[in-house]
């Protein structure tokens, strides 16, 4: 079984940065992408950013050019690191992986318990 953890979330004014960290452990063979997910009150769960494996990113059009996901490999951590916030981004995040455990004969996929994130004056 493969467990994330999430950290980082809390208040922010408009404008102001947050960063998310999210650390996968347990059996674990490879991951081959990871990423985060929010969803507000009333709405559907939507993709904010992933990262494969390679290095390869995908960002929701409303987060370009303001959020930025990485990913530490060796640490099996990935971080989102997000500026210039605005009420909208408020949600709570979740932090996504999928690859292979067990030895190499499993596929996983995993979700974090969820971390909100607040952005208001």
């Known amino acids: 079984q493969v467990q994330l953890v999430e950290s980082g979330g809390g208040l922010v004014q408009p404008g102001g940065s947050l960063r998310l960290s999210c650390a996968a452990s347990?059996?674990?063979?490879?991951?081959?992408?990871m990423g985060w997910y929010r969803q507000a009150p009333g709405k559907q769960r939507e993709l904010v950013a992933a990262?494969?494996?390679?290095?390869?990113?995908n960002y929701a059009d409303s987060v370009k050019g303001r959020f930025t996901i990485s990913r530490d490999n060796a640490k099996n951590t990935v971080y989102l690191q997000m500026n210039s916030l605005k009420p909208e981004d408020t949600a709570v995040y979740y932090c996504?992986?999928?690859?292979?455990?067990?030895?190499?004969?499993?596929?996983?996929?995993?979700w974090g318990q969820g971390t909100q994130v607040t952005v208001s004056s």
């Open positions: 996504n992986a999928v690859g292979r455990g067990g030895g190499g004969t499993a596929d996983f996929g995993s």
């Open positions: 990262i494969t494996s390679g290095g390869s990113t």
């Open positions: 347990g059996s674990i063979f490879s991951i081959n992408a």
